[in-house]
């Protein structure tokens, strides 16, 4: 076996005294434990001498640089089992202990030059990858010019792109012939009972399995029934209504409306709270009805919405106050229709103080509206218990007026149906829980004031709130 290694390229650390020698070898003795090299070089100068020869003894480091007979490395160092050899950590070029696994890159695709039936590109391959992956203390030829430099690279070239690499290209994979060895059916039915078996799907008739696709607002996690009747009055009126997630809402009447408000004004939701709350549900619908974040920008304050308030001299009228101050808050050119009366509620009042500190626009004319269609009428004329209001001349004018602009309605509160309403309406927004409503109501629409659960149940409703995360949530007729 130490005949195999003959020719190779070394490099042999003798220490500080001896130095460092480089050479080929020339002859191992087993028998002597002896290594020659011929035409060595002796810490980088070529020695005068054509052949050294070193013992086992005086031999620190051992280090192969090149290998033109390769088997393993293994074999090189069984000629020393006798004689360990000290060699330094983390170098993969070097022999360690006359036994170690890790090869030098060159020799891995050397010794497989040999190997019967092997590609010819398959040695290509591992040569260029063993030249590429010389360490640092191998010895490289220095270039001679620019010519050697071409040379050099044209031989790279060689070993990656030359023959011998295209030789398995010529025959074309076969993908319609690979997919027909899959068979679906059966993994797919083997998947299918795995899961059964798991209890991953419900067994059952097919109409009660649990659906094989879900959409991205169901929940995978099975949960308990849901329950859409959360609300149950005692006197209930003569609509229902549901909201986007099938939530059942049912009207109410008047008088238990009137009868849920007090209670709540006695636990200290008082009329003031009522119509701020209900000030800024009106004012969040109407700025999303004008156009919301695409219509209020920065880029857009020469174009402020107008929004025309009809109001009378009720509570209603007050909450209709409330919404508009909110509204010339949120740089909308408010104009507020009120007629003059000698005495007014201290609640419309209030809020008509406060309505004037906002820079909006007061008139008790009809004729001091304006001519040209505005973004949003909101209307608040109407009240539940005095109908009489429809027969006065500044009421039936102000209807007049709103139903000759052309521009959508936004009806606050609106009486229930039987009374009549002189303003088609587009929506209507109603409070705590809806009244029935008349079909020239438009889309009705809920708003959240505050009333607490208890406050609910002290007059004989079970309620659940049906808002969810907003305070404003559209209504459709059950």
């Given at each position: 076996?130490?005949?195999?290694?003959?020719?190779?390229?070394?490099?042999?650390?003798?220490?500080?005294?001896?130095?460092?020698?480089?050479?080929?070898?020339?002859?191992?003795?087993?028998?002597?434990?002896?290594?020659?090299l011929r035409q060595p070089f002796h810490n980088g100068v070529k020695c005068p001498v054509p052949e050294v020869t070193f013992s086992a003894i005086d031999i620190k480091e051992l280090k192969i640089l090149d290998i033109r007979y390769g088997k393993t490395q293994r074999g090189f160092m069984s000629a020393f089992n006798s004689a360990p050899v000290p060699v330094p950590k983390g170098d993969r070029k070097t022999v360690e202990h006359g036994n170690s696994p890790q090869l030098c890159s060159k020799s891995y695709g050397e010794r497989h030059l040999d190997v019967p039936g092997q590609h010819k590109g398959f040695r290509r391959r591992h040569n260029s990858w063993s030249s590429s992956s010389r360490g640092a203390n191998q010895v490289t030829p220095k270039k001679n010019g620019a010519k050697n430099g071409v040379s050099q690279m044209k031989q790279r070239d060689d070993e990656c792109f030359g023959d011998g690499m295209?030789?398995?290209?010529?025959?074309?994979?076969?993908?319609?012939?690979?997919?027909?060895l899959?068979?679906?059916?059966?993994?797919?039915?083997?998947?299918?009972?795995?899961?059964?078996?798991?209890?991953?799907?419900?067994?059952?008739?097919?109409?009660?399995?649990?659906?094989?696709?879900?959409?991205?607002?169901?929940?995978?996690?099975?949960?308990?029934?849901?329950?859409?009747?959360?609300?149950?009055?005692?006197?209930?009126?003569?609509?229902?209504?549901?909201t986007d997630s099938g939530l059942v809402v049912p009207s109410i009447t008047y008088d238990l409306r009137k009868r849920l408000l007090s209670a709540a004004e006695r636990h200290?939701?008082?009329?003031?709270?009522?119509?701020?709350?209900?000030?800024?549900?009106?004012?969040?619908?109407?700025?999303?009805?004008l156009g919301g974040p695409n219509r209020f920008t920065p880029k857009n304050l020469h174009q402020r919405p107008t929004v025309a308030l009809l109001c009378g001299p009720h509570v209603q009228g007050a909450q209709g106050i409330s919404c508009g101050r909110?509204?010339?808050?949120?740089?909308?050119?408010?104009?507020?229709?009120?007629?003059?009366?000698?005495?007014?509620?201290?609640?419309?009042?209030?809020?008509?103080?406060?309505?004037?500190?906002?820079?909006?626009?007061?008139?008790?004319?009809?004729?001091?509206?304006?001519?040209t269609p505005v973004d949003l009428i909101i209307s608040c004329l109407d009240c539940h218990e005095n109908t009489f209001l429809m027969d006065q001349p500044w009421y039936r004018a102000a209807a007049d007026w709103a139903n000759r602009n052309r521009a959508p309605v936004l009806s606050l509160d609106p009486p229930v149906s039987g009374q009549g309403q002189a303003i088609e309406a587009k929506w209507s927004l109603s409070l705590?829980?809806?009244?029935?409503?008349?079909?020239?109501?438009?889309?009705?629409?809920?708003?959240?004031i505050g009333v607490p659960r208890h406050v609910f149940q002290e007059v004989g409703i079970k309620y659940h709130s049906p808002f969810g995360c907003k305070f404003v949530i559209p209504l459709h007729s059950a």
């Amino acid at each position: 076996m130490a005949a195999d290694w003959l020719g190779s390229l070394v490099s042999i650390n003798c220490g500080a005294t001896l130095g460092v020698y480089q050479g080929e070898v020339s002859s191992v003795d087993q028998t002597s434990q002896t290594i020659s090299l011929r035409q060595p070089f002796h810490n980088g100068v070529k020695c005068p001498v054509p052949e050294v020869t070193f013992s086992a003894i005086d031999i620190k480091e051992l280090k192969i640089l090149d290998i033109r007979y390769g088997k393993t490395q293994r074999g090189f160092m069984s000629a020393f089992n006798s004689a360990p050899v000290p060699v330094p950590k983390g170098d993969r070029k070097t022999v360690e202990h006359g036994n170690s696994p890790q090869l030098c890159s060159k020799s891995y695709g050397e010794r497989h030059l040999d190997v019967p039936g092997q590609h010819k590109g398959f040695r290509r391959r591992h040569n260029s990858w063993s030249s590429s992956s010389r360490g640092a203390n191998q010895v490289t030829p220095k270039k001679n010019g620019a010519k050697n430099g071409v040379s050099q690279m044209k031989q790279r070239d060689d070993e990656c792109f030359g023959d011998g690499m295209d030789d398995g290209l010529d025959t074309d994979f076969d993908f319609e012939g690979n997919l027909a060895l899959f068979d679906k059916a059966a993994v797919f039915s083997e998947i299918e009972i795995s899961e059964r078996r798991n209890g991953a799907r419900s067994v059952g008739a097919p109409q009660e399995q649990t659906p094989s696709r879900y959409r991205h607002d169901e929940n995978i996690l099975e949960a308990k029934p849901v329950v859409y009747r959360q609300i149950a009055v005692t006197q209930p009126g003569a609509k229902e209504y549901c909201t986007d997630s099938g939530l059942v809402v049912p009207s109410i009447t008047y008088d238990l409306r009137k009868r849920l408000l007090s209670a709540a004004e006695r636990h200290g939701l008082s009329l003031e709270r009522r119509l701020e709350m209900t000030g800024v549900c009106a004012s969040q619908m109407a700025l999303t009805l004008l156009g919301g974040p695409n219509r209020f920008t920065p880029k857009n304050l020469h174009q402020r919405p107008t929004v025309a308030l009809l109001c009378g001299p009720h509570v209603q009228g007050a909450q209709g106050i409330s919404c508009g101050r909110h509204l010339a808050n949120h740089e909308v050119e408010v104009i507020l229709f009120l007629p003059n009366f000698v005495k007014m509620l201290d609640a419309v009042t209030s809020e008509l103080t406060l309505f004037n500190k906002t820079g909006g626009k007061q008139v008790s004319n009809i004729k001091d509206l304006p001519g040209t269609p505005v973004d949003l009428i909101i209307s608040c004329l109407d009240c539940h218990e005095n109908t009489f209001l429809m027969d006065q001349p500044w009421y039936r004018a102000a209807a007049d007026w709103a139903n000759r602009n052309r521009a959508p309605v936004l009806s606050l509160d609106p009486p229930v149906s039987g009374q009549g309403q002189a303003i088609e309406a587009k929506w209507s927004l109603s409070l705590c829980l809806p009244l029935a409503l008349a079909e020239g109501a438009g889309r009705v629409y809920l708003c959240d004031i505050g009333v607490p659960r208890h406050v609910f149940q002290e007059v004989g409703i079970k309620y659940h709130s049906p808002f969810g995360c907003k305070f404003v949530i559209p209504l459709h007729s059950a």
